[in-house]
Every structure is written in C-alpha cells, then in structure tokens.
C-alpha cells in the first residue's frame, strides 16, 4: 500500500502562485511514477504533468508554460509549481502515484481556488 499527502492548496487571487506538494510513504518502489491530476465538479479527472523516478515528464500542453512538475526522489515528494492562475484554474488537484506494474494510488485532494 501507498499512502500520499497532499498539501499546498488554497485561496490564491488571479496571476498568483502556489505551490502543491504530494509526499508518498508505505510500500515505495525505487522506479514509479508521480504526478498531479485536476478535477472539476461533473468532469473527468484530467491530466497536468507527471514526472517518472527516472527523470521523464509529461506535461499536458494545457499546463505548459505556467505549471512546472518537479521531484525529489530521497523524499518521495512531488511538486506542482502553478504561476499565472486564472479563475478557471480552480480545481480539485489530486496527487498520483504509478506502480512499475502500473497500480494507482491516489491522494484525497486539495482544492484550488482562483479568485479576488
């Protein structure tokens, strides 16, 4: 089993920045994958970048330019770094963690809201 914590979200004005932070812990395998999802009420859960333990990210073309996915392996942790927000930005986001054998593991959420 994998147990993620997500943390970061929160009330941000249009043009901000946050800061999502997902830190897995259990049953960790040297070779996975991390990464953050988005989700808006009545839609799918969509993808915003992913990043392996290797070093290879994925990054929806939505999120290119203003959303930056890092990690840190020694701490099993994933980072969303999220500039220029704009009201439509205001989501549940929700941490993944990807098995070599492709399990999922998902983090509850944490919500964004883009708003003055």
């Known amino acids: 089993q994998v147990q993620l914590v997500e943390s970061g979200g929160g009330l941000v004005q249009p043009g901000g920045s946050l800061r999502l932070s997902c830190t897995a812990s259990g049953s960790i395998g040297s070779i996975n994958t991390m990464g953050w999802y988005r989700q808006a009420p009545g839609k799918a859960r969509e993808l915003i970048a992913i990043?392996?333990?290797?070093?290879?990210?994925n990054v929806a073309d939505s999120a290119k330019g203003r959303f930056t996915i890092s990690r840190d392996n020694a701490k099993n942790t994933v980072y969303l770094q999220m500039n220029s927000l704009k009201p439509e930005d205001t989501d549940v986001y929700y941490c993944?963690?990807?098995?070599?054998?492709?399990?999922?593991?998902w983090g509850k959420g944490t919500l964004v809201t883009v708003s003055s």
């Open positions: 993944l963690y990807r098995t070599t054998w492709d399990r999922e593991y």
């Open positions: 990043a392996t333990s290797g070093g290879n990210i």
